[in-house]
């Protein structure tokens, strides 16, 4: 299996970005779709994760009301709209998968394939 995100790049703050993840190898329309993030000196960090079908989202905190993800498993692809950027938002993203696709667990290990990750950068 193999991830490639896009769709990073360096915004001011209040500017929107749409990531993209685009999955090959198998289909993805078993598992589990989600987007981490890693700042300098932080560590690796839930921001949004998607069920299977899309029925079923989660979160972090600090990017609710802001951040929207959504799938299309005809197109084997995640995605992760951001908007209102803050420069707090500002670190590497990174797409994830793991088996079965109805448990959204927050953990880094708890995922078995990983992206290279795409860079964000939010300045002030």
């Known amino acids: 299996v193999q991830l490639v995100e896009s769709g990073g790049g360096l915004v001011q703050a209040g500017a929107s970005l749409r990531l993209s993840c685009a999955a090959s190898g198998r289909p993805m329309s078993a598992y589990t779709m989600a987007w981490f993030r890693q700042a300098p000196g932080k560590e690796r960090e839930l921001v949004a994760a998607?069920?299977?079908?899309?029925?079923?989202?989660r979160y972090a905190d600090s990017v609710k009301g802001r951040f929207t993800t959504s799938r299309d498993n005809a197109e084997n692809s995640v995605y992760l709209q951001m908007n209102s950027l803050k420069p707090e938002d500002t670190a590497l993203y990174y797409c994830?998968?793991?088996?079965?696709?109805?448990?959204?667990?927050?953990?880094?290990?708890?995922?078995?394939?990983w992206g290279q990750g795409t860079q964000v950068t939010v300045s002030s």
């Open positions: 994830a998968i793991r088996f079965p696709g109805h448990e959204l667990p927050s953990i880094p290990s708890e995922y078995t394939y």
């Open positions: 998607i069920s299977w079908n899309g029925g079923n989202t």
